[in-house]
T-cell receptor, first 110, second 117 residues
Framework: GQSLEQPSEVTAVEGAIVQINCTYQ??????LSWYQQHDGGAPTFLSY????GLEETGRFSSFLSRSDSYGYLLLQELQMKDSASYFC???????????FGGGTRVLVKP | GAGVSQTPSNKVTEKGKYVELRCDPI?????LYWYRQSLGQGPEFLIY????????DSGLPNDRFFAVRPEGSVSTLKIQRTERGDSAMYLC???????????????FGSGTRLTVV
């Protein structure tokens, strides 16, 4: 089976930096994805890591360590619009489906 | 179309009834996925299609659930003899293909909220 662990909730103020950790257990690991979902909205793709290291896309960065079965999403210069749920998801080598974690709810305060 | 379209956006049905949920993927996307999401939880995989065929249906919870994609475009998720436990948001997503396309992410629709009363 597969399991993913991420914190349930994080609160921070505007302009701050938030790191959302994700640890996973899966056989046949292929890569780690991150999605953002606002309340009532559709999940939207943020990033994908297949290799160890940091991927940077604007204010958001994602990191993967395959040897530690661990990744994180880094949100910098937080804005009110970043208040949302963030999901990590693993994909397996044998197929293309994503298995999602339970999500981390990020609340940004003024 | 420009995005993934799901209809209806909301569906209320009585326990025991049959429902159909429709998904129109982005034009040209060959891969299509169905997920179910309960409140406060992550999306749970149900089934995915590559073209017209179901490449992996291991997430369908039981034989009351069935999905089709007869022409490789629109897909319908069918639920028979609905139960209150089937109440959830049903999400559809598409991607240009499988394999390396995971690098570019899925595009999700806004979902169908199913309520079984």
């Amino acid at each position: 089976g597969q399991s993913l662990e991420q914190p349930s909730e994080v609160t921070a103020v505007e302009g701050a930096i938030v790191q959302i950790n994700c640890t996973y257990q899966t056989s046949g690991f292929y890569g780690l994805s991150w999605y953002q979902q606002h309340d009532g909205g559709a999940p939207t793709f943020l990033s994908y890591n297949a290799l160890d290291g940091l991927e940077e896309t604007g204010r958001f960065s994602s990191f993967l360590s395959r040897s530690d079965s661990y990744g994180y999403l880094l949100l910098q210069e937080l804005q009110m619009k970043d208040s949302a749920s963030y999901f990590c998801a693993v994909s397996k080598a044998a197929g293309n489906k994503l298995t999602f974690g339970g999500g981390t709810r990020v609340l940004v305060k003024p | 179309g420009a995005g993934v379209s799901q209809t209806p956006s909301n569906k209320v049905t009585e326990k025991g009834k049959y429902v159909e949920l429709r998904c129109d993927p982005i034009s040209g996307h060959t891969a299509l996925y169905w997920y179910r999401q309960s409140l406060g939880q992550g999306p749970e995989f149900l089934i995915y299609f590559q073209g017209t065929g179901a490449a992996d249906d291991s997430g369908l919870p039981n034989d009351r659930f069935f999905a089709v994609r007869p022409e490789g475009s629109v897909s319908t998720l069918k639920i028979q003899r609905t139960e209150r436990g089937d109440s959830a948001m049903y999400l559809c997503a598409s991607s240009p293909g499988t394999g390396v396309w995971v690098f570019y992410g899925y595009t999700f629709g806004s979902g169908t909220r199913l309520t079984v009363v």
